[in-house]
Each structure stands twice: as C-alpha cells, then as structure tokens.
C-alpha cells in the first residue's frame, strides 16, 4: 500500500514501515560510529519500541553487543492498516540485530500485568539463564495494578493551584493561553500509580524472586526535570509527583539489590518529541524554542545521541557511577545549561503564533513529530508501494 500521514492531535493514526526501518538503521550507525564500552552482555528492556527504550536496546545490541529481551505494547498490522510505529521498529531492530548475529527476542503485552512478567522471567530462564541490566522506560496514559485489579489513569495538572501560561498547536503553530485546573488528590495518587515506581518494584521483585538478575545487575528508569517555565505542569505537577515516586523507588530498589550487588539508578534525561511528550500542554512550546538554541550551539541530541552517552560516560565507565546530589544520574546537563535557560527565559514572553517561526524550531519540531510514525525520513520514497505486513523475527 501507499501509506501517507493522517494526523488527529497528538497523534499519527499511520505509519510508515521503511520510515521506521531508515529511523533504526540510522540509530544503529550512529552507535557503531562512536567509542562503546563494553559491560552489558544480557539486557531486558521494558518499553522498548520508541523513544528512550528503543534507544536502550540499541546501544546495548551494537554498542556492547548485548544480547537483549525486549517488552513493548504494539499493535500488530491488519491488510490495509499499518501497525503501530513500534511494532515496526522492533521488526527493524530485531532483522538487523539477527544479521549481527546478537540475540534478540521479544514479548508483545502489558508490562503492568503480572503475565508478561512470568512470560518474560520463562523466556529469560530458558534463553539466557539471566540479565545483568534491565532497563525501564515505559509511558503510558493507564496502569492496571494486578495485585488490585484497579485501572489508573493518570493527568497532567498542576497541584494546589490552577496554572495558566502559554503553548503551542504545533501543527498550526498557534500560541495561545492554556489554564489547566489544579489535580484532585485521587488524581494526583492515580498520577503515581501509573507513572511512579511501583510497577518498576513490582517488576524487581519478581525479577530478583526468580533469580535472573546477575550478581552486579544494574536497574535504570527515566526521569525529567526541566526549566521553571514548565515546573507546574510538569515537575511539580501530577507528573511530578510519579517521578519523585519513581526517584524515591531507586533508593529502595538498590537496598534490595545489594546483596547480589546489584544497584538501581535513575537518569534525568533531555526533553525530545516523542508521543509521550508531545501531549503535556505548554512543552511543545519550551521544546521549539529549546532545539532553536540548543542546534544553533550544537548540543541538540535526539535519544539515541542521550542513550549513547549515558552508556559510554555515565554507566559503564568502569568507575563509579557519577550522579547529582539525590542520587540521579544526569544527561539533561545541555538542556540546565543556565546559558541555556537564560536564552529560553528571555525568549518566553516574545513567543507569539507571529515570531515563533523565527524564535523557534516549529520546523523541527513536526519533522520530529514526522519520524517518530516513520514520515519524513530522508531517503524514503513515500509514492512507492510498501507492505504493511511485516512480521517481528524474534517475538515469542
Ligand atoms: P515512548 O512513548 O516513546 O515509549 C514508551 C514505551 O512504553 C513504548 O515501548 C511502549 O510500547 C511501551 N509501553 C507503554 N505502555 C505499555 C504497557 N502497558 N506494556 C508494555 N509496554 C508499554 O516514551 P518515552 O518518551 O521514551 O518515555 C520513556 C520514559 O522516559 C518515561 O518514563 C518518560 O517520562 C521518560 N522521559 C521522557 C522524556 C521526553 O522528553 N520524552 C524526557 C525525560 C524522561
Ligand atoms: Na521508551
């Protein structure tokens, strides 16, 4: 078929298969042109079909070659309707991690349910006997809690206060004025239910449990912090409030761990378009005007450019692990640069829908947004016919 965007809001409601595949052959070059330590030799990624995750497992595969289990939720392709991105970036990943000649397998469900975390533990057992890092980099919208049965679904809202500041339709690059209402306690406490760390606890437990974590395993969940612009939607908002918990989670996971020496860490990462991102009101904004600045210094990374870092000068150094003063590991510092914050709070109050073309990154925002489904990727022929069909070579 031949498969052209079709945008609602946040979203893209197709995809493109070679877009995708061009977007992970083009994240496994730029790992295999940099210098990588080695270290990971097994690794489980939870959430490892976009974004940080996908990242995760690629540095891991092709710069440590690592043999790598991955966790996703993705939606197979039906004739005529594409899949959804992940499913065809996993495909892409696992043919050119096989041609490698790198284990990679993988397992399609909820993560959250305690079913895909027995199905994994089996395949974990059976294949690799166990792992030495597990990452976990899931986003999404609900959480069904197995022990409760309970659905959460989470908000993005301030607390103890409503909040008014600008955003961006960054389709039409309107900026207007946005007001979201302060968050309910219920809703602050379902925020953290779905993105704070128990579900990552839950996991741990049941990992350790079944002896599958080698002695000296290494746990890594993301965080964000972000510029005081954003702070009340964001880092002391709802969603806040789910990373201070998953922050809080790393300290009590890495006590568990010390007797198979064994540690949990999380890492603040940049602000990027991703799917996750680009539904948090008044981000897209700061985002456009931070990739503006952040290009025009060259310090702009993408995931890979973040994960790839992370790895080679934070994680596997060889020497101690280096983190801020609670503990997180940082790969945010040229996004904090105060340089860099002083441009963006200067720029703030002079975004209108009229200079923000020019004050900001609004092109490269949508192409971003593009590729995250597989569209606009230089190199692609979109007039051509493709097949939607594709299948994932290692899912169990
Ligand atoms: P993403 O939306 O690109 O990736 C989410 C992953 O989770 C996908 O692999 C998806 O299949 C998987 N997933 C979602 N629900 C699932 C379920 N029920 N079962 C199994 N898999 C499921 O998100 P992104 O942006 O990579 O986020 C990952 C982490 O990084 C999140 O904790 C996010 O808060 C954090 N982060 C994101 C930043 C950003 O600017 N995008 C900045 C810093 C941290
Ligand atoms: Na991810």
Redesign the pocket.
């Known amino acids: 078929m031949i498969i052209e965007p079709r945008i609602r809001g946040f979203i893209c409601l197709t995809t493109h298969p070679k877009g995708c595949e061009q977007n992970v052959i083009n994240q496994i070059n730029y790992v295999k042109s940099k210098n990588n330590p080695s270290g990971t030799k097994k690794a489980l990624i939870i959430?490892?079909?976009?974004?940080?995750?996908l990242s995760s497992r690629i540095t891991s595969a092709f710069g440590s070659g690592a043999a790598t289990v991955g966790?996703?939720?993705?939606k197979p392709p039906a004739p005529g309707k594409p899949a959804s991105a992940?499913w065809y970036n996993t495909a892409a990943f696992e043919t050119q991690a096989h041609e490698a000649g790198l284990y990679a397998k993988s397992i399609n469900g909820?993560?959250?349910s305690d079913e895909i975390k027995q199905k994994t533990i089996d395949l974990i057992k059976a294949d690799l006997g166990q792992v030495d890092l597990v990452i976990y980099?899931?986003?999404?919208p609900r959480r069904t809690n197995p022990k409760t049965g309970i659905t959460h679904t989470s908000v993005l809202k301030p607390i103890g206060e409503s909040f008014t500041n600008k955003t961006v339709d960054f389709h039409t690059g309107v900026v207007s004025e946005i007001s979201i209402n302060q968050a309910t306690d219920e809703e602050i406490a379902n925020t953290v239910a779905v993105m704070g760390g128990e579900d990552w606890q839950f996991w741990i437990n049941d990992l350790k449990a079944a002896g599958v974590l080698a002695d000296g395993a290494l746990t890594i969940a993301?965080?964000?912090i972000g510029p005081s612009v954003t702070e009340k939607v964001y880092r002391k908002g709802t969603i806040g409030r789910a990373k201070d918990h998953l922050e809080a989670t790393a300290k009590q996971i890495s006590e568990q761990l010390k007797d198979i020496n064994g540690k949990a860490l999380v890492s603040v990462?940049?602000?990027?378009v991703?799917?996750?991102?680009s539904a948090i009101p008044v981000i897209p904004l700061y985002i456009s005007l931070l990739y503006k600045i952040m290009k025009a210094e060259g310090t702009q990374e993408g995931c890979i450019e973040q994960i790839q870092r992370l790895f080679e000068q934070r994680l596997l150094t060889g020497g101690t692990i280096p983190t801020d003063a609670e503990g997180r590991v940082r790969v945010d510092d040229w996004e904090m640069n105060p340089e860099v914050q002083a441009q963006i709070a200067k720029l703030w109050p002079q975004a209108t829908t009229e200079t923000l073309p020019d004050l900001g990154d609004l092109k490269g925002y949508r192409t971003d947004f593009l590729n995250l489904f597989g569209f606009d990727v230089p190199g692609i022929n979109y007039q051509e016919d493709v097949n939607e069909m594709v299948e994932i070579p290692g899912l169990v």
């Open positions: 959430g490892a079909s976009t974004g940080f995750g966790v996703y939720f993705e992940g909820d993560a959250f980099s899931l986003a999404s993301y965080s964000y990462n940049k602000a990027l991703t799917q996750a991102s």
